[in-house]
């Protein structure tokens, strides 16, 4: 399985953008990198995943790296809310029927006022 | 409305006792999923249900029985409750296991405190 590095903790700035890194220099060719939240005492939220091309939602930006060995998330304008543990998953789906999420440790993102 | 729900959020036993805990999504969705939080925040799978298959079951103690009556619901019991088993538990749900694209959507989670 793919594991993945992340920094422990990062502050950003109310309003600025949050740029959240990852490196997964041991994925697959055929393996998504997901991203995931968790804030304080609630379960983890899906944000964004993609393979190869860069992705964007309501909620973030996903760009990932020509050799998909790293990737970042970027929340464009960080609010108080946004404070959580990131976590930056590469799936494993051996079969049709083993499919889980294997969680890190994640970044912790302090957005500060 | 909720779409992945837990009951209870917050369960305080004693030691050896036997609980349940329970889960419902009304998603839709054809796999749900328990994982366990524990104390240093490391979120591990336990087990996942497709259909109300088991398919996933992650060297977790047979005092953990997960139980699926309909595709809707997957309940976990815990037989003789050990201190170590005090933790928060998810229960997340997705539809159609094994594909990359699909996502897992997680519940509240349920907080279990054994004395």
């Known amino acids: 399985d793919a594991k993945t590095t992340q920094p422990t903790s990062m502050d950003c700035a109310e309003g600025r953008a949050a740029n959240l890194p990852c490196n997964h220099s041991t994925i697959s060719g055929n393996e998504y990198v997901y991203w995931y939240r968790q804030i304080h005492s609630q379960g983890p939220q899906y944000i964004i995943h993609?393979?190869?091309n860069n992705e964007t939602n309501e909620m973030a930006s996903l760009i990932i790296t020509e050799d998909r060995k790293s990737s970042t998330l970027i929340l464009p304008h960080a609010t108080l809310r946004d404070t959580a543990v990131y976590y930056c998953i590469v799936r494993v789906a051996r079969t049709n029927r083993d499919d889980k999420i294997i969680f890190g440790k994640g970044t912790r993102l302090h957005i500060l006022p | 409305d909720t779409a992945v729900s837990q009951t209870p959020k917050y369960l305080v036993t004693q030691m050896g006792n036997d609980k349940s805990i329970k889960c419902e999504q009304n998603?839709?969705?054809?796999?749900m999923y328990w994982y366990k939080q524990d104390s240093k925040k490391f979120l591990k799978i336990m087990f996942s249900y497709n259909n109300k298959e088991l398919i996933i079951n992650e060297t977790v103690p047979n005092r953990f029985s997960p139980k699926s009556p309909d595709k809707a619901h997957l309940n976990l019991h815990i037989n003789s409750l050990e201190l170590g088993d005090s933790a928060v538990y998810f229960c997340a749900s997705s539809q159609t296991a094994g594909r990359n694209q699909e996502t897992q959507y997680f519940g509240p989670g349920t907080r279990l405190l054994v004395l």
């Open positions: 998603l839709g969705h054809d796999t």
């Open positions: 993609g393979l190869k």
